[in-house]
């Protein structure tokens, strides 16, 4: 039972335009979300994070939404650049247990 | 320079044979974790340890074995029992407690068997 999904398993965005990112959740006790970025044959680099009593967190060209309602959080990359074309994987916890991680997105930035 | 270091970053094994993946941090991190990654797939956690001499299985610990007898070391034992074991493997360190602290991740080792 897959309690994290990222079901886009690619995306393709053209460089200097918006990339978004989805994630859904089934698990409400989720309180705590986090993005990674990961190159081929590297380990996940965090990205950002937000908690459950946010719903946006800005960073710089990152933005994570969080629609605690719906389920679904997404990153915002503005603007894309080609250095950002990676795996992003997002992932979920509550409390101090285990993070659950989705499948992951590969995304392009198309120069 | 604190970080996470895994070796090697590729190994072959022949079939039938165990391999041993190290991992070594100076984060001082009471907690660390092994992953695995197959294409198209999210990281699935295969153990962790919240302390030395501790440690607990993961999604998919079958046909894997850990030892935490420092602080600072997490060695993977890939069996003979595992299946499928060529894959990419991630280990990865955090503090223990606290909903807000992020786990960081080693480079990787690549597993192949042949």
Not at chain 2, 29 to 52: C, E, F, K, N, T
Not at chain 2, 70 to 80: I, Y
Request: contains cysteine; charged residues 20%.
């Amino acid at each position: 039972d897959q309690q994290v999904k990222q079901n886009s398993p690619s995306l393709s965005v053209q460089e200097g335009r918006i990339s978004i990112l989805n994630c859904d959740y089934t698990n409400s006790m989720f309180d705590y979300f986090l993005w990674y970025k990961k190159y081929p044959a590297e380990g996940p680099t965090f990205l950002i994070s937000i908690s459950s009593i946010k719903d946006k967190n800005e960073d710089g060209r990152f933005t994570v939404f969080l629609n605690k309602s719906a389920k679904h959080l997404s990153l915002h990359i503005v603007p894309s650049q080609p250095g950002d074309s990676a795996v992003y994987f997002c992932a979920a916890k509550w409390s101090a247990r285990q993070l659950t991680f989705g499948s992951g997105t590969q995304l392009t930035v198309l120069p | 320079d604190g970080g996470i270091t895994q070796s090697p970053k590729y190994l072959f094994r022949k079939e039938g044979q165990n391999v041993t993946l190290s991992c070594e941090q100076n984060l001082n991190h009471d907690a660390m974790y092994w992953y695995r990654q197959d294409p198209g797939q999210g990281l699935r956690l295969i153990y962790y340890s919240q302390i030395v001499n501790d440690f607990q299985k993961g999604d998919i610990a079958e046909g894997y074995s850990v030892s935490r007898e420092k602080k600072e070391s997490f060695p993977l034992t890939v069996t003979s029992a595992q299946k499928n074991p060529t894959a990419f493997y991630l280990c990865a360190s955090s503090i223990v407690g606290g909903r807000e602290n992020t786990i960081y991740f080693g480079e990787g080792s690549w597993l192949t068997v042949v």
